[in-house]
């Protein structure tokens, strides 16, 4: 319960600018601070609050004040005030904010008589900081008898404040219990994703920015970069957010099906958003490419010389065209050991199913994946989790070195045998 004592109390007409710690006793007995509304402008003509201790009586028959002047030496009001039972809050939704304010919070109270017919509501911030103690005010709007919702002001600073609803019923101006604390932050910034491209769903993506938090409400939330109002209810996913630093996060990637359901296009153009209260949206967000699924089939011709210059066709489904096309090829390790070696080559769109590309040179023969990418620079990354027996495969072999051919010579209508000798032992296999 919270008394409020104004310029219509005649006893209290002074100027608070002079007289800023004061402390009222309830009872002749119990002594708590004063706390002030700095959000009037007039501060001469302004509220002062103090907060009633818990007490045996359910009546205060007596509150008195001190000045800082002369301090202990209280001046009897003769002031009464009755004390009813509190309405009880239920939730705070969110419990923090950004500095600046704005943050929409959502206040549940039990049911209670001292809700009818209440009007000029308002959620009260406490800053407890002390000296002196401050209280904002901002307007709540109501959704039915037990629901209230109201922005936070603007602190300044990061800091902590204790939230309570105050209303006016037919007994007069009223208090609620305390909603809970509110802490407000600095808005985070996102600087930069990588990759910046992405293929597939759950795939980690490490975010740089700044003032990253690790609360309870830390996430990445992904809206379609076209959007015009940024707000986590306009997102069309949000994903877990794992805090590593102040200045690091790492997300994952939305789920493809809930992009492809909500957007068109064979690249969608997403934005990416940081959120500490699963309410307010980092102060930017940061552009990430979303790629189609992509069906592979096979590869046609399947082997060729580690020199490269073989043409293959790779057949599939989802293919587009893209001057950003390129076949990776991805070397397969089947115990993980080991990152993939991989290499590219510049991929000519045929069709939306077909695919042509050039192999390239390769140090060393290896059965390697063939996959269709359209940004090299972040291929691996793009690569799908496909099991080893359902990809689509090359082999690159290596050429053996001849050292010598006999006879060197012999007649155009052929039939000679020609006999061949290599440097080292060959390993020959028949090939389609």
Known sequence: VFLALGETSSAFLFDFADKIALSCRFNYLFVVPAIYDYSLSDRSNGFMYCVVPPLDETTVVSVELSSVTNPGEFIETGLRVDIRSEVIVKSMVPNMGQVAGD???TIE???SDLLDHASDVECIFNFVVAPPRQIMR???STFGKTSFRCPSPNAGTEKDAQVSLAFTNGHGPQISGVAGT????HQPQVFAADPAAIGHSDMP?????????DTAGFACVWLVHATDTKSVENSVDVTEAVFVSSSTAECRAPSQKKIFEQSTGVVIELELFITLNGVDLSSNGIKVLYFPPIQ??????SIGPI?????????GGGFFNSQDAHCLFSELIEDGSSAPVTFTSPAKWISATQMECITPF???GAVVGVFIVYQPVVATSLLPTVDHSDMAKFTFLELPLLESVNPIWGPITGGTMVQMRFVSPVNFQSTP
């Open 205 to 213: 993506i490490s975010v740089t920015g700044v003032e990253f938090k």
């Open 138 to 140: 901002t307007a709540a």
């Open 109 to 111: 109270v039990f049911d």
């Open 296 to 301: 592979f089939g096979t590869v046609t011709p």
């Open 307 to 315: 020199t490269g210059g073989t043409k293959i066709s790779v057949s």
């Open 103 to 105: 943050t929409l919070i």
């Open 182 to 185: 509110f802490s407000f932050y």
């Open 362 to 364: 390769v140090s060393k």
